[in-house]
């Protein structure tokens, strides 16, 4: 595990395997003093707190955090999401990884999917568990305009659109799942380490 400094009260940390998502609810779990934000990435977890005082405090106890393992993850309640396979980039997806368009959802709907983190637009959940099969590299070309509630696959993780927006992912189909809601209390429908199934309709 390594420190970064981020300013005088926050602290990046990495080296913490393949799952930050659980590391930061496992430091969540602490209910250490003084801590504001834990919030997970790809690769690594920034800590903020309220002072320097809470920020030295916290750091001297990051080796308590305890390890999550498999089993604990594996008891997390599933968002199952409604998903129709209609997406415009279906059958290049299927050409793409020479599976048939079949195979292609079938893949996709039986993976088991986590939040890794979140980012991109509020309630945009960066879900990881897409078979290798599957995993392309971004469109050469992004859209100007991806419809809210659809549903796409890059690199190494699915997603679906909370709103209309930019961007450069492969879509599969879409939902009418609501992923984000001012006013719904908490407003983001994923967070990281939620667990998704999504189901074919």
Same mark, same amino acid.
């Given at each position: 595990?390594?420190?970064?400094p981020?300013? @005088?009260?926050?602290?990046?940390v990495?080296? +913490?395997?393949? &799952?930050?998502?659980a590391w930061s609810?496992?430091v969540?779990?602490?209910g250490?003093?003084?801590?504001? &934000?834990?919030?997970?990435?790809a690769?690594?977890?920034?800590?903020?707190?309220?002072?320097? /005082?809470?920020? /030295?405090?916290?750091?001297?106890? +990051?080796?308590?955090?305890?390890?999550?393992?498999?089993?604990?993850?594996?008891?997390?309640p599933?968002?199952?999401v409604?998903?129709?396979?209609?997406?415009?980039?279906?059958?290049?997806?299927?050409?793409?990884?020479?599976?048939?368009?079949?195979?292609?959802?079938?893949?996709?709907?039986? @993976?088991?999917?986590?939040?890794?983190?979140?980012?991109?637009?509020?309630?945009?959940?960066?879900?990881?568990?897409?078979?290798?099969?599957?995993?392309?590299?971004r469109r050469?070309?992004?859209?100007?305009?991806?419809?809210?509630?659809?549903?796409?696959? @890059? /690199?190494?993780?699915? @997603?679906?659109?909370?709103? &209309?927006?930019?961007?450069?992912?492969?879509?599969?189909?879409?939902?009418?799942?609501?992923?984000? &809601?001012?006013?719904?209390?908490?407003?983001? +429908?994923?967070?990281?380490g939620?667990?998704?199934?999504?189901?074919?309709?």
């Amino acid at each position: 595990m390594r420190l970064l400094p981020m300013g @005088a009260m926050a602290v990046l940390v990495e080296g +913490l395997g393949d &799952d930050p998502a659980a590391w930061s609810e496992a430091v969540r779990s602490l209910g250490l003093a003084g801590v504001i &934000d834990v919030v997970p990435a790809a690769r690594t977890v920034l800590i903020r707190c309220e002072s320097r /005082a809470a920020l /030295a405090a916290v750091a001297e106890r +990051l080796h308590e955090v305890p390890d999550l393992g498999a089993s604990d993850r594996e008891q997390r309640p599933t968002i199952s999401v409604p998903l129709r396979y209609d997406g415009p980039d279906l059958d290049e997806v299927a050409a793409l990884t020479g599976r048939s368009v079949d195979e292609v959802v079938s893949l996709h709907a039986a @993976a088991r999917y986590e939040v890794a983190f979140c980012g991109f637009a509020p309630g945009f959940g960066y879900l990881r568990g897409l078979p290798r099969e599957l995993q392309l590299p971004r469109r050469r070309t992004p859209r100007t305009r991806v419809p809210a509630g659809s549903v796409a696959i @890059a /690199a190494e993780y699915s @997603a679906v659109y909370p709103t &209309d927006s930019p961007g450069g992912w492969h879509l599969l189909g879409s939902t009418d799942v609501v992923l984000f &809601d001012a006013s719904r209390e908490p407003p983001a +429908l994923l967070s990281p380490g939620s667990v998704v199934r999504f189901e074919p309709t």
